[in-house]
């Protein structure tokens, strides 16, 4: 469970950053503080700093697959755990939507995933 693991050292992103964002809103009732550690502007900051081990982090899973696939990074599941971001694909729904625009989309969402809703999207 995440509160078991609040008094551990945590590196988060900086203020502002919709991944802190999320998290933070989403364990603020079963976690009333966390003990952040330092906060850093960049991403591949973070993941240097989490392979010596000494704390831990909440980042996008799709930053870190290359890190979780050769094992210098680790996942730690948690039991009722379901942080998710959503990111959004918004367009002028009448403007002529190019192929090169449409593979844009699609791969997109390929890389992102259910994550990922288009506004403005029809269905072709």
């Known amino acids: 469970y995440i509160d078991e693991l609040a ?7 900086e203020e502002g950053s919709g991944t802190r964002a999320v998290f933070l809103d989403y364990i603020k ?5 966390l003990n952040i550690f330092m906060e850093l502007g960049h991403t591949e ?3 240097s700093l989490m392979q010596s081990g000494k704390a ?5 899973a799709l930053a870190v697959s290359e890190e979780l696939k050769d094992g210098t990074l680790y996942r730690v599941d948690l039991k009722n755990f379901d942080c998710r971001r ?16 449409n ?4 791969f997109s969402k390929g890389m992102i995933g ?3 809703e288009c506004r403005g999207c029809r269905d072709d």
Do not use: G, N
């Open 86 to 101: 959503h990111f959004y694909a918004i367009y002028h729904k009448d403007k002529y939507r190019s192929d090169l625009f």
């Open 7 to 13: 008094d551990q050292r945590w590196v988060l992103r």
């Open 29 to 33: 009732e079963k976690v009333p503080r």
């Open 45 to 47: 900051s973070i993941k």
């Open 114 to 116: 259910e994550s990922m």
């Open 103 to 106: 593979k844009f989309l699609d």
């Open 56 to 60: 831990l982090t909440c980042v996008s």
